[in-house]
């Protein structure tokens, strides 16, 4: 399928538009390495996508604290008080301008994570960019976890769009794979992430940062 320009972008949430930093913070202050919260993150996704490929679902919230007490001797309260740091995020420098880049060319602007429903619109409006956003979907809703097809069907049918006029920017490759399988074009950048996986179906567009994720979808073929 020949990739066109997308009506809306849903871009992909934790990483890809808001910055972790609070939550390794609150580990550091409870005394946990710097460098840990990759490895928790990792695990909190292992977590969901275990539970959703085994055919049961748990919430991300939940996924990221059993995460924690597999990796640290945080008891329930410390434990709470890191995840309580989502509701600190903020997006990082260049989501504004590649926000404000598809709006102005009229592309319509989402959010689509399997994170905890209103993180992603509290960092929104923390950083004055809410009303760039049309909506923020979580598949909490539908109680599944990306990168299962039915996510990416399902926010393209909540924005009332065909799935080839839908696209996912995301940081994640497995994300982007996701998206692909369903019909979705995808675009891929580094954050924390090096490379995009040779493993995959090849995304629409790799990136070298979000700018030039968003310009290459604008540059699409119209359909």
């Given at each position: 399928?020949?990739?066109?320009?997308?009506?809306?972008?849903a871009f992909d949430v934790n990483e890809t538009l808001l910055d972790?930093?609070?939550?390794?913070?609150?580990?550091v202050e409870l005394g946990q390495p710097a460098d840990l919260l990759?490895?928790?993150?990792?695990?909190?996704?292992?977590?969901?996508?275990?539970?959703?490929?085994?055919?049961?679902?748990?919430?991300?919230?939940d996924a990221?604290?059993?995460?924690?007490?597999?990796?640290?001797?945080?008891?329930?309260?410390?434990?709470?008080?890191?995840?309580?740091?989502?509701?600190?995020?903020?997006?990082?420098?260049?989501?504004?301008p590649a926000l404000r880049r598809l709006v102005g060319a009229g592309v319509r602007v989402v959010t689509l994570t399997h994170g905890s429903p209103g993180v992603a619109e509290a960092a929104l409006d923390r950083g004055g960019i809410a009303p760039l956003v049309e909506r923020s979907l979580s598949s909490e809703a539908i109680r599944?976890?990306?990168?299962?097809?039915?996510?990416y069907l399902w926010a393209a049918g909540?924005?009332?769009?065909?799935?080839?006029r839908l696209a996912l920017v995301a940081a994640h490759?497995?994300?982007v794979h996701g998206a692909l399988r369903a019909g979705l074009t995808a675009a891929w950048f580094p954050r924390a992430e090096r490379s995009y996986p040779a493993v995959y179906d090849p995304a629409a567009i790799v990136a070298g940062d979000?700018?030039?994720?968003?310009?290459?979808?604008?540059?699409?073929p119209a359909p």
């Amino acid at each position: 399928m020949t990739a066109v320009r997308p009506e809306v972008v849903a871009f992909d949430v934790n990483e890809t538009l808001l910055d972790l930093g609070p939550v390794r913070a609150a580990l550091v202050e409870l005394g946990q390495p710097a460098d840990l919260l990759p490895s928790v993150f990792s695990r909190t996704l292992l977590t969901g996508f275990a539970a959703a490929t085994a055919g049961t679902w748990c919430r991300f919230r939940d996924a990221f604290d059993a995460a924690l007490a597999q990796t640290t001797d945080l008891d329930a309260g410390r434990r709470a008080q890191v995840a309580g740091a989502f509701a600190e995020l903020s997006p990082h420098p260049d989501v504004e301008p590649a926000l404000r880049r598809l709006v102005g060319a009229g592309v319509r602007v989402v959010t689509l994570t399997h994170g905890s429903p209103g993180v992603a619109e509290a960092a929104l409006d923390r950083g004055g960019i809410a009303p760039l956003v049309e909506r923020s979907l979580s598949s909490e809703a539908i109680r599944a976890w990306k990168p299962a097809r039915e996510v990416y069907l399902w926010a393209a049918g909540v924005c009332d769009v065909e799935p080839g006029r839908l696209a996912l920017v995301a940081a994640h490759g497995w994300d982007v794979h996701g998206a692909l399988r369903a019909g979705l074009t995808a675009a891929w950048f580094p954050r924390a992430e090096r490379s995009y996986p040779a493993v995959y179906d090849p995304a629409a567009i790799v990136a070298g940062d979000l700018a030039g994720a968003v310009e290459a979808l604008l540059a699409l073929p119209a359909p």
